[in-house]
C-alpha cells in the first residue's frame, strides 16, 4: 500500500521535517501549521501533539488534506488567510511555517504568529528567500548536485509504483521578495532571541521560544 505522503520526487521542503519536529515541545498539547498544504506535515506532527490544526487559503490543497488525513483523527483543517484568521491569544504550543511565510507580509504576520504562541511555546519556520549577493549563491555549489542525487534516487525507488493522480499535490507558489538580511533584521526586532540559520536548498530557518515579556 502506497503512503498518503509518498512523493514523486525528492521535496526540499520534507528534507526539513525532522529538524522541524526536533522543536516540538514536550507534552505539546496545541500546534498550528501555517500553509499546511496537503497536510503532509501536519500528520507528522500529529505524533508529537495532542492536536493539530493545520491553515491554509488554498481551497484545493485543503480538500486534498482532508481527503488524506482520515485516519488522523487529531488534525483539523482550515481553509482561511493566516492574516484575518481569529488565532486566539497564548493558544498554540507549538507552530510551524514551511515555505509559506514569504506568502505573507512578514512583520505582521510573525507578530500574529508570536501573540498565538502560548508562554514558552515554539515558532519554527523553514522559508525562502530572494537571492541577492553572491554569498546567498555559495551554497548553491553544495545544494545543486545534492538536490539532482536526491531526486535520481527517489525516481529509482518509486519507478515501478504508482501513487494516486486525483488529489492536488502542491499549494500555488510564489517567489519571496525579502532578503536572509532583511528578514534577520525583522526577526530580529520582532522575536528577540530568534535562531536564524542559512540552510541547503535554498531556505534558512528560524526557532523563536516565546517569552512574552521580551516580546512587548
Known amino acids: 500500500m502506497i503512503s498518503p505522503d509518498a512523493s514523486p520526487g525528492f521535496n526540499h521542503n520534507d528534507f526539513y521535517h525532522r529538524f522541524l519536529l526536533r522543536h516540538v515541545p514536550p507534552d505539546c498539547g496545541l500546534a498550528l501549521d501555517v500553509g499546511c498544504g496537503t497536510g503532509r506535515f501536519a500528520r507528522q506532527l500529529a505524533r508529537h501533539a495532542r492536536a493539530v490544526k493545520g491553515v491554509d487559503q488554498a481551497a484545493e490543497v485543503i480538500i486534498t488534506a482532508r481527503v488524506l488525513s482520515q485516519s488522523v483523527p487529531s488534525v483539523d483543517y482550515v481553509e482561511a488567510d493566516v492574516a484575518s484568521h481569529d488565532l486566539g491569544d497564548r493558544r498554540y504550543d507549538y507552530i510551524s511555517c514551511i515555505a509559506s511565510i514569504h506568502h505573507m507580509p512578514f512583520a505582521e504576520t510573525v507578530t500574529r504568529l508570536r ?102
Request: aromatic share 8%.
Open 115 to 216: 501573540e498565538a504562541l502560548t508562554p514558552g511555546g515554539v515558532l519554527a519556520i523553514v522559508g525562502c528567500y530572494r537571492q541577492a549577493t553572491w554569498v546567498d549563491y555559495l551554497p548553491d555549489l553544495i545544494a545543486i548536485p545534492a538536490n539532482l542525487a536526491a531526486n535520481a534516487t527517489v525516481r529509482a525507488i518509486t519507478r515501478y509504483s504508482g501513487r494516486p493522480t486525483t488529489q492536488v499535490d502542491t499549494a500555488p507558489v510564489t517567489m519571496p521578495q525579502m532578503t536572509l538580511p532583511e528578514i534577520k533584521r525583522a526577526a530580529h526586532r520582532l522575536l528577540p532571541g530568534a535562531v536564524i540559520r542559512r540552510r541547503l536548498f535554498w531556505r534558512y530557518s528560524l526557532i523563536y521560544k516565546h517569552s512574552p515579556s521580551a516580546a512587548r
